[in-house]
């Protein structure tokens, strides 16, 4: 069997220089970025005692759609501004546990094109946008070579639970200029958590891709900034007052922050979307009542303008305004809960 027995094709991709030409961001865009960013650190090493509230669709299928919920985020962002420090989850590669969508990157027509030219010149513009109107971004950092078209507009990335455990996000992580929160596992076990985090702050060198698309050697300096973000998992939640305890006690003995981030979905509302308000109102009553002692930096939220979830079939037209993975609660309910 010849090597290539497995591959069907392969095709040239513009590298992240041509497309960072092609869309680039402006030198006040980039301080602007470079502003967030800082903001959200100060947060998450607890100088700023504001929430961050990382909130918006498990994943952008539509930029209409996603355009819209920005606006309304930017004009509750400005509302809310001396309680919370509202970024949008700006989500383009998905993780599925099997098969699955894959994220607008990947499939930017959802219809098994596979357009991966279109999808990362579609979410560089939507980041581009979002900077504009004035909404920080957030992402989860999937794809190493995808980071270098796209982490320059983004103001907080995450490692999701399927890749925390993953030696190449780690060090991935180590050389991002933005905060990087870790997902507790899918089977909401810590350590490997906390093993991405004893791993992130130090200084790696490995294999990656450079933007001019030639491989190159990275020497990071290690990222001071990563933090926990309990997400529960297939063992239960861990946003409860017990569960943000045991994070603290095992953050503590391993000499790591101990400020986390709770994420109110996956595995801590059992990707029910009706139960993200109550987890978030018992995170923040831990907060109000400093059960945390101040370990606690903020909530995530998925949410867009329509609750619930639609699945994409073949051939079947897919609504701009409801979500196409995980189940959202509705903009009017995120409203609600922020005000
Ligand atoms: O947030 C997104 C999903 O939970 C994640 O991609 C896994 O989804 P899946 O289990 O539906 O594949
Ligand atoms: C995939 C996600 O979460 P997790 O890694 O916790 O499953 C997500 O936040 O989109």
Redesign the pocket.
Known sequence: MHDDVNIASCELLSSPETVRQELPVSAVLRQQIQQWRREVVDIITGRDRRLLVIVGP??VHNLAGALEYARRLRDLRARVADRYYLVM?A?FE??RTTLGWKGLIYDPDLNGDYNLEKGIATARQLLLDLAAMGVPAAS?VLDPVMSVYLTDLLSWA???????ESPTHRQLASGLPMAVGF??G?DGGLKVALDALATVSSAHSFIGVMRNGHTGVFRTRGNPYGHL?L?GGSAGPNYDAKGVAQARAMLAAAGLRQRLVV?C???NSNKDWQRQAAVFADVLAQVRRGEDEGAIAGM?L?SYLKAGQQQVMPGQAVAPDMSV??ACMSWEDTAELLR
């Open positions: 498990c994943s989850r989500y998905k993780p989860e995450g490692i999701g639970a399927r890749t925390t997902k507790n899918t973000v997400r994420d979905s996956h595995g995530m998925e993975t995980d």
